[in-house]
């Protein structure tokens, strides 16, 4: 039986409410979930105020906390950990800017295929993608959840598409459109 497998099976017995289900899954998505965590606290300034290991273990607590969560497979949990990561970090940004308005409002953003790369100011810049991405979900929740799977869960063009349920070719077409329309949204 595969890793994937295990998850995948784990998860099913999690969602019936068995609590040594997530005992036993820990341990095999633990470095999954480092790893998501180093992705997203690399795009993070030098002087950023949570470490990998903190990050995982404030995403873990909110883990446990997932009771309406259907978990389907590795690929859906692994997109629902990055998401609550990304909620984490955005919380984080905004309790360092509370107070701090004000300044260059100037944002340099370059999207590029599962990379945003954004200058200095990154807590008001991840601050901005949010809100971007958040707008986006309101117009067309399909390609704000496919980003999200994307670049903030660092899932495959397959792993999305299984996910979402829908084809590969949509995704790829839906992530071209959602990566147009976060620059033009962010950028003016």
Known sequence: ?????????????????DEKAFESLIPLVYD??????????????????LQTTALVHEAYLKLIDQTRANWQNRAQFFGVSANIMRRILIDNAR????????????????????NIDVSDERASELIALDEALEKLAKEDPEKAKIVE????????????????????????????????????????
């Open 1 to 17: 039986m595969s890793k994937e497998t295990d998850i995948t099976e784990l998860l099913l017995k999690w969602n019936t409410g």
């Open 32 to 49: 999954e979930l480092r790893r998501i965590a180093r992705r997203h606290l690399r795009r993070e300034s030098q002087t950023r105020t």
């Open 95 to 114: 309790k360092r800017l509370r107070g701090k308005r004000g300044g260059n409002s100037a944002i340099k953003i370059s999207i590029d295929d599962g």
């Open 149 to 188: 799977l994307k670049y903030f869960g660092g899932l495959s063009i397959e792993e999305t598409a299984q996910v979402m349920q829908i084809g590969t070719a949509t995704v790829i077409r839906h992530w071209r459109i959602a990566k147009a329309w976060l620059y033009k949204e962010i950028t003016g």
